[in-house]
């Protein structure tokens, strides 16, 4: 059963912007001709949990949800780690994001699965309608001129990085071309697919795939194997409940990799305030006590309605009433939920 989504001329892909980041898909090839050295893995790896780190500590918990505290040099140094990882500006990427919380799975919300799968991984990227930064949602962000150039020059610590891979990789291998192109095919070209497509599946597969333990609005899951190749970002049913959490695996066998790092860190006194869940977030809300579940009402609704629809011709006044039901029902569990408030979210 696939039903074709109708898709605005400015949510299309836009396939000469986007032409860099789809070719960049076949540079890892390049890697067959080169051939691979040893020490191309570990630069790999390197880039890959090291870029994921200030993604999900940086952009995603600092920029985008203020959920921990650090002093003016740190703040510019995790957002230029960020902008290493082709996912464009500190800013840019916090304002789409705070506007996915905001409207998460509702008719604006800017990458919802429920507007198709691929939409939600990356078409929502590659089309014209979302290149500009949202400033209006990141006051608090644009007062720093030297975020604001990051936003604006995030491809100069990008191209700063592919030279430096390929420098280190004519150090490491006494100045021969080939296979210093082999490290930079796998450990930079490689490693930024990977991440750019992991970091994707939070806003596709986790709202697809997993555990709900909390009501929210939205379709957001926990998934363990999200969590573990995302630095615990899979806990995402967790962060739409409580997004002023810095630590989003909220027990102690929710693996939670970016958070221990900003421990350390916290230790170290480089950043500050981390936030925990408190006590009335972890037990407000639980699905398993009968909280009602608004995100997977539709969901449920449908395979009810689809059942009925087995069973019997349902006559079109028969219908009509099944449709105003299914918004008197939605009215009353909205206003449940209303009721039963978590805490304030940031
Ligand atoms: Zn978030
Ligand atoms: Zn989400």
Same mark, same amino acid.
């Given at each position: 059963m696939s039903k074709t989504i109708e898709r605005a001329p400015d949510e299309r892909v836009n396939w000469l912007g986007s032409a860099p980041f789809i070719l960049m898909h076949l540079l890892p090839l390049g890697a067959l001709f080169t051939g691979v050295p040893w020490v191309a893995w570990i630069v790999m790896a390197?880039?890959?949990?090291?870029?994921? @780190?200030?993604i999900t +500590? !940086?952009? $995603?918990?600092?920029? +985008?949800h203020r959920s921990y505290k650090m002093g003016r040099v740190m703040q510019f140094l995790i957002a230029l780690g960020g902008s290493t990882a082709v996912q464009k500006g500190p800013i840019w990427w916090a304002a789409h994001h705070?506007?996915? $919380?905001? $409207?998460? *799975?509702?008719?604006?919300d800017i990458h919802s699965?429920?507007? !198709?799968? @691929? =939409?939600? $991984?990356? !078409? =929502?990227?590659?089309c014209r309608k979302y290149d500009a930064t949202r400033t209006e949602l990141v006051p608090d962000l644009m007062k720093y001129p030297e975020l604001r150039w990051l936003n604006k020059y995030w491809i100069v610590p990008q191209v700063a990085l592919i030279a430096a891979v390929f420098g280190l990789g004519l150090l490491l291998t006494g100045g021969a071309i080939v296979p210093a192109l082999g490290i930079l095919f796998v450990g930079f070209f490689l490693s930024t697919i990977l991440l750019s497509h992991t970091t994707y599946t939070i806003n596709s597969l986790s709202h697809v795939f997993g555990r709900r333990r909390f009501a929210t609005s939205d379709t957001s899951r926990n998934n363990w194997m999200l969590a573990l190749i995302t630095g615990g970002e899979g806990w995402h049913n967790n962060h739409h409940h409580y997004q002023g959490s810095t630590r989003q695996g909220f027990r102690w066998y929710e693996i939670d990799t970016t958070y221990y790092v900003l421990w350390v860190l916290s230790k170290l006194r480089l950043v500050r305030d981390l936030r925990q869940p408190s006590e009335r977030a972890l037990n407000s809300r639980l699905i398993k006590q009968g909280a009602p579940d608004i995100g997977t009402f539709d969901k449920y609704w449908a395979r009810a309605v689809k059942a009925l629809h087995h069973?019997? *011709?349902?006559?079109?006044?028969k219908k009509q009433q099944? +449709?105003?039901?299914? &918004? &008197?029902?939605? +009215?009353?569990?909205?206003?449940? &939920?209303?009721?039963?408030?978590?805490?304030?979210? &940031?």
């Open positions: 390197v880039l890959y949990f090291g870029r994921m @780190w200030f +500590a !940086g952009y $995603h918990r600092y920029f +985008a705070r506007h996915h $919380h905001k $409207h998460s *799975d509702q008719e604006n699965p429920k507007r !198709g799968f @691929w =939409w939600s $991984h990356m !078409g =929502w990227i590659l069973t019997s *011709d349902l006559a079109i006044e099944l +449709a105003e039901l299914y &918004a &008197a029902t939605l +009215a009353r569990l909205e206003e449940i &939920a209303r009721e039963t408030p978590t805490e304030p979210a &940031a």
